[in-house]
T-cell receptor
């Protein structure tokens, strides 16, 4: 158990809809990362938040957005869903004090299916 | 841009065979290198890492050496077990500094060990 939790585990929805994926990082971790794993694109970095602020952006579509709340949990919002958005979405966290390490701890993922 | 190239899979071996999964990278500077493992239905787990040239990461019988001259980080294990069956990802963090550390992944190599 990595200590990172993600809900829901599975999500099935229709094209055009909007969903929210939730991530709770390990206790004390300040950074949260979102990754998308799909068959055709592999594992791709989407976005990173550090202590509530956006820190880095990757291949994230404009239809997608994220935020990190004061309690450090994060949400990834996906809107106007398309069939191609079907994927496994991982959250990872890092950055517990006092030991600073670049190791990222991954949650179990949310499997999104768009029908 | 930064990239990681992994040996194409799938790889099938008999129990107790020697394993090598090749990984090469393209990145400027001095990236940190990682191997992550994904067991069926689970998230990614860090297997081992190396943060500077000639470092050897090791864990659970797996080893990989950071070779800057060949930009490689090949994963090896002397005697594989059925329980090693999983997907293995090579990854890098380009400029490891706290708070800005997205992972760039290879495509993954599916390993199956036959009893």
């Amino acid at each position: 158990d990595s200590g990172v939790t993600q809900t829901p585990k599975h999500l099935i929805t229709a094209t055009g809809q909007r969903v929210t994926l939730r991530c709770s990082p390990r206790s004390g971790d300040l950074s949260v990362y979102w990754y998308q794993q799909s068959l055709d694109q592999g594992l791709q970095f989407l976005i990173q938040y550090y202590n509530g602020e956006e820190r880095a952006k990757g291949n994230i579509l404009e239809r997608f957005s994220a935020q990190q709340f004061p309690d450090l949990h994060s949400e990834l919002n996906l809107s106007s869903l398309e069939l191609g958005d079907s994927a496994l979405y991982f959250c990872a966290s890092s950055g517990s004090f006092p030991t600073v390490t670049n190791e990222q701890f991954f949650g179990p993922g949310t499997r999104l299916t768009v029908l | 841009g930064d990239s990681v190239t992994q040996m194409e899979g799938p790889v099938t071996l008999s129990e107790e065979a020697f394993l090598t999964i090749n990984c090469t990278y393209t990145a400027t500077g001095y990236p940190s290198l990682f191997w992550y493992v994904q067991y069926p239905g689970e998230g990614l787990q860090l297997l081992l890492k190396a943060t500077k040239a000639d470092d050897k990461g090791s864990n659970k019988g797996f080893e990989a050496t950071y070779r800057k001259e060949t930009t490689s980080f090949h994963l090896e294990k002397g005697s594989v077990q059925v329980s090693d069956s999983a997907v293995y990802f090579c990854a890098l963090i380009k400029e490891p500094n706290f708070g800005n550390e997205k992972l760039t992944f290879g495509t993954g190599t599916r390993l199956t060990i036959i009893p």
